[in-house]
């Protein structure tokens, strides 16, 4: 009974580490792309994978068959013994620099605990100076070497590192300011005896120990052992994941815990669940193959299922995604009206149209900026592009509700070549959002009360539609104009979590001012209080080196120094030749000269130029990034000293044909 009690309990932690093994290595694998950029996250991986290497040489050593492969495998498991103290010393210290405590000869002492680190491993794997091969390897339930002469001294080395590393939390824990760092540093200088009580060899210090006297209470603790050691993991890991990280932390944890259902998770149900079957089928008279290939199909399938139907109450459930803005950005993401999505919508309505009105085509046509753009046909309809090509487009884009009757007007429709037409308005009617067109059945409209109450429901529906397109489109336009401002506040709340008072107060030189993420930000900020604003006085763009020597032609006044390079920057996107308002060529130029230096509206501004308010905010968008270009290559050439102080004598011909390249 007893021995078949061990048995059990010697599977149940075979099975464990296992567990733990597949969770570790999806930790590194989830962190490997941000470790190269982060010191707390590369210093934890690297602990994590020595764990990981111990861990997997311990579950594999209790299925040796020969004692030179058990032999092998124990002094593998020294890589991750003689290396983790090194590793926990450098995470420690990388703990420490995040709160600016930086240490030169801490440093050194990192070097130092790996080179010593290795120094012990060649001693175990050339050697018996540390650990020597009992002669019952084999015949142990608990297989383990013996300690050599010199064990001792790396017991206090081991400790002696550990109990260096616990003081650096410590002290990282005294720096922190905030709330939420000091807390996030308390968990972890909690839980940071978890990779010494992993990987420190016990089975040594209890090797003259008769094997019956510790078997059952042996497995139990080592059982609790393990089980406690990767709740702590978790927990660190839960912790340090947010260092080094830019984006939010209910994004990054979103991330972490969705990668952790889906990836290690998923992998250890899978493994018990291929163990169980293993070991179950001959008792149930079904050959393994059969048994363990159904029964890891139906898992895998079971398991993606429960994480995508109980997707959104696990994420409540671990309080995910319960921000209420995150909650209705969830929302419009799920109900985005698509382009194929709209066109869809329209077909379906366009085929009742021809039902209703008995024709046999019907279509609907969007005026834009850039010309009419057919979005759906239903029917026979021949040569569509020489259909927009007729100079009638132009006028009907031209035209408002009431100027359509300079038009050839019919009892409410344009006859228009062989189609009648039905302007389609804005629910307020102060703008022509497109056309509704249908083949003529006869040479005047002649349709009957009911017909006409179908065709202004339909029409409704497809105006409707096409503003709310529209409205889509401007919220994609506003967001993407926020977004590099959003990014870099992110990045600065990334880097001031532990940085402190050097993060806002530190000074940014000119050139890291135009190789900065946020510079197109920086310059639409500037255009914006163009004629005076915090925005302009206050800008980074006041440490350009051009800006500097502009100040000498405006008194000293570094706020017209910018305003004229500003000026120099959009007079270098004028077109050769006489202006014109809706030509393409001009409409990059038209939009900065409008919006930001004679200051007029955005409405105006897209009534004068033809064009619908989304569509202005893209072309807007599109003219700032060029203004952004000339201004740093006038900062390049200023830095580089080829340009002179005069900025006018920067706008020479060669960087002008640059512009025109941007646009």
């Keep these: 009974m007893s021995s078949s009690l061990n048995d059990i309990l010697a599977f149940i932690n075979d099975l464990l580490q296992a567990v733990i093994v597949i969770f570790g290595t999806a930790v590194v694998l989830y962190n490997l792309s941000r470790a190269r950029r ?66 030169r000869r801490r440093r050194l002492l990192v070097r130092a605990g790996y080179i010593s680190g290795l120094a012990f491993l060649g001693l175990v794997w050339f050697t018996d100076y540390i650990v020597t091969t009992p002669a019952n390897l084999l015949t142990s339930q608990t297989r383990h070497l013996d300690s050599g002469p010199f064990f001792a001294v790396f017991v206090l080395y081991f400790w002696a590192v550990t109990a260096a590393s616990i003081y650096n939390v410590w002290r990282a824990r005294h720096r922190c300011l905030t709330r939420t760092t000091r807390q996030r540093m308390t968990t972890t200088l909690l839980v940071f005896l978890a990779a010494p009580l992993a990987v420190f060899p016990y089975l040594i210090l209890s090797s003259n120990a008769p094997q019956g006297e510790l078997s059952i209470w042996f497995w139990l603790v080592v059982i609790t052992g393990n089980i406690v050691v990767g709740i702590m993991f978790a927990i660190m890991t839960a912790h340090l994941i947010y260092f080094g990280a830019a984006s939010p932390d209910r994004v990054v944890r979103v991330k972490l815990f969705k990668f952790m259902a889906r990836v290690p998770l998923a992998a250890s149900i899978v493994l018990v669940v291929y163990v169980v079957v293993h070991r179950l089928s001959p008792g149930i008279g079904i050959p393994v193959e059969t048994a ?50 709209l066109h869809q919508f329209l077909e379906s309505i366009l085929a009742a149209t021809c039902e209703a009105m008995r024709t046999p085509t019907s279509f609907v046509v969007s005026l834009t900026a850039a010309g009419p753009q057919i979005e759906s046909i239903v029917g026979p309809l021949t040569e569509p592009e020489t259909l927009l090509q007729h100079d009638g487009w132009h006028e009907l884009a031209q035209a408002n509700g009431e100027e359509v009757t300079d038009l050839q007007m019919v009892d409410g429709f344009i006859v228009w070549q062989e189609y009648w037409l039905r302007p389609l308005h804005s629910r307020h009617r102060d703008d022509l959002l497109g056309i509704l067109g249908i083949r003529a059945r006869a040479a005047t409209p002649d349709l009957t009360d009911q017909e006409w109450r179908i065709l202004d429901n339909l029409e409704d529906q497809i105006a409707a539609a096409l503003e709310d397109r529209i409205l889509q ?3 994609f336009a506003a967001v993407e104009g926020l977004l590099p401002q959003i990014i870099a506040l992110q990045q600065r709340r990334s880097e001031a979590t532990f940085g402190g008072l050097p993060v806002f107060t530190a000074v940014t ?14 310059v ?58 809706t ?39 599109v003219a700032i990034e060029n203004v952004a270009s000339t201004i740093s290559e006038l900062e ?20 002008a044909e640059s512009v025109v390249g941007n646009r």
């Design 636 to 655: 390049i050439a200023a830095l580089s000293g080829a340009a002179s102080s005069e900025p006018e004598e920067f706008l020479e011909p060669a960087l």
């Design 524 to 581: 639409r900020d500037a255009l914006r209080d163009y004629w005076g604003g915090p925005k302009l006085t206050k800008s980074p763009l006041m440490r350009l080196q051009i800006v500097q020597q502009a100040m000498a032609e405006h008194d000293g006044n570094a706020t017209k120094a910018l305003r004229a390079i500003l000026n120099d920057a959009i007079e270098l996107q004028k077109p050769e030749g006489e202006r014109n308002l």
């Design 583 to 621: 030509t393409g060529e001009w409409i990059l130029y038209n939009i900065l000269e409008l919006k930001f230096v004679q200051g007029q509206r955005v409405r105006d501004v897209a009534r004068r130029l033809a064009m619908s308010e989304s569509d202005l905010y893209r072309k807007q968008r």
């Design 509 to 522: 030189p000119a050139d890291a001012v135009v190789n900065d993420p946020d510079f197109n930000s920086m």
């Design 292 to 341: 363990v290939a159904v029964a890891i199909v139906a898992t895998v399938m079971l398991v993606e299922w429960a994480i995508h139907a109980y997707k959104r109450p696990l994420e409540r459930f671990f309080h995910l995604n319960n921000d209420p803005d995150v909650q209705r950005i969830q929302q419009l993401g799920e109900r985005l009206l698509t382009t194929s999505d």
């Design 473 to 475: 489109q401007e919220v």
């Design 38 to 103: 982060d010191r707390v996250t590369r210093a934890f991986c690297a602990l994590i994978s020595f764990v990981i290497i111990t861990y997997f040489a311990e579950t594999l050593v209790s299925q040796a068959l020969v004692p030179v492969s058990a032999e092998i495998l124990l002094r593998l498991e020294w890589v991750g013994i003689a290396m983790v103290p090194a590793a926990q010393f450098h995470l420690s210290d990388a703990l420490l620099v995040t709160t600016g405590a930086i240490s």
